[in-house]
Structures are given as structure tokens and as C-alpha cells.
């Protein structure tokens, strides 16, 4: 491997990940043109081409596309294997990447994150947020963030604060107009806000009490893909949520906003940490899981 062959390599990943020379560049701390070279080296000694390169855009080749399936784990393991060298050093330097819903990014930030941050000022924490579950190994994440029940079942999990609970609540304002729903099926006489789901199809409110649950197809005039959204259209009076009840407590506690159906929305096992179980972790990992353990409330 020539000498620069590391440079080469994370650089060929960090392109990928931001989808741009520039934003390689800003990631990597090296000049866009730096970038550019170490990659054109890389391809001319490989002898095929990476990226497809045009004026608005850069995206994996093919051959791009295996090649960082490939190298990725193996980089994992460089950058692991250099944390080990000296596991005594309280000074944590490094990358810490998480992926996170934006749901759960939100929740943990002000909590966890920042005060991580503020415990080890030499670390940068990376974030990314997407609605998809991706495989944290094969993308280079050291770990994720997800609820429980997304978490895959070959990972080690980590509780971050307690259960969570959807609720159905709506403003003053709407109740003025609208009598409050007593059981789900009045709900068919409400506008309700909806949620589209990363996979495009409209979630349906799940329901439950004393054993019995319900997925109720709701309708309404909005549909949102976003949570902080749906609770300003709720706050604004358009109709009745279904929301995490961490957006709206501030708005309960207020009075700006009234839940309803309590008794059909119980509690649920909340966020977890996770992170595959059979390799080393980063001793910048184990920082952010001890935070963790000392009790995050979120």
C-alpha cells in the first residue's frame, strides 16, 4: 500500500458519506483539491474509477460501491486498534460516530451529547440522522440510537432514560369546536394530523388497553413526516396528534395542549444505545456509555 494509503482510504469513505468533495474536505480537515488528488491517486493505482463525477453531483461507482463495502469494516478496526495503544490516556481524542432517528438525535442531545462533549473537549461527535435503519457495522458507525424494538437482535443495547409513551392530545382552541374523543373509534369524527413513515405509507395510531390493541386508520387534512411539526400544527388548533409525549410536555404542563385517550396509551420500553458486541469498543465508546449509566432523564 503506497505510504498515503490511509489518507487515500478515509478520504474515499468521506466522500461518500457527504456525497461531495467539499464536504470530504471540511470533514478530513485537508483542502478540496487535497481531496480530489489523493482520490484520482487512488483510483489510477486501483485502475477503475470510484465515484462518477459530474458538475452538481458525486455519487459511487459500481466498483465505488464494493470497494468501501469492503474497506470500511477493515478502517473500523485501524481506528480501534490505535485507541488500544494506549487504553490508559484520559485525554479522549477522536471521532465518536452515532446514527440516530431524528426523534432520538433530538432526545439525547442536550442530555448526553453535549454534556459528553463538555466532559471530553477533545472529541468530535458526529451524528447522523435518518429515518432508515442502516447496518452501523458496514457504514462505519461506532454506534446507534434507535427505540428498543428496532434495535437488531445481534447488537448489545444500552437503555438511555426510561419507557416512553405516544399520546393523543389537541389544543383548547380545537376542544372549543369538537368534544373530546372517549374511546378510538370517535376518533373517525376528528381531523387528526398524520404521520408519513420513512417507507412513504401513513401510520395508523396504535392503540392499547387491558390487553386489547387497535391500529386505527385515522383522517385529517395534514400530513407530516416530521414530529416537532405535528406538534406546532396541533398547538395551532388543525386537529387531534399522536405524539411522543417528551415533544408536548412542556405544552401539558402549560395548558396550551389537552390529552386525551389516556387510558389507551400505555407505556412502551424507550431509547437504546447499541452496538455490536463481538468487536472492541472504542474507549471513546465506553466514555459515552459510563454518561449514560449515570442517568440520563430525557
Known sequence: MHRSGLVEL???????????FRGAAAEMGMSTSAVSNAIAGLEARLGSRLFHRTTRSVS????????????????????????????????LTGTLRINASTGAAQMIFAP???AFMQRHPGMTVDIVTEARLVDIVA??????????????????AVPIGGDQRLIVVG????????????????LAAHACIRL?????????WELERHGESLAVDVQGPLILDEPRMIAQAVRAGIGLAFVSEWYVA??????RLVQVLD?????????????????HVPAALRAFIELIREGVVL
Open 139 to 156: 457504514a462505519g458507525f461506532d454506534a446507534g440510537i434507535r427505540l428498543e424494538e428496532s434495535v437488531p437482535r445481534d447488537m448489545i
Open 250 to 255: 412542556e405544552d401539558l404542563a402549560a395548558g
Open 196 to 204: 408519513r413513515m420513512s417507507h412513504g405509507g401513513i401510520y395508523r
Open 112 to 114: 448526553l451529547v453535549l
Open 60 to 91: 459511487l461507482t459500481e466498483a465505488g460501491r464494493r470497494f468501501t463495502d469492503r474497506i470500511t469494516p477493515a478502517l473500523v478496526e485501524i481506528r480501534r486498534a490505535s485507541e488500544e495503544i494506549n487504553p490508559q490516556d484520559q485525554s
Open 263 to 279: 387510558d389507551w396509551t400505555p407505556p412502551f420500553p424507550g431509547m437504546r444505545l447499541y452496538y455490536p458486541g463481538h468487536r
Open 10 to 20: 478515509e478520504a474515499v469513505l468521506a466522500v461518500a458519506r457527504r456525497g461531495s
Open 171 to 186: 389544543a383548547p382552541s380545537y376542544f372549543e369546536h369538537h368534544p373530546p374523543p372517549q374511546v378510538p373509534g370517535d
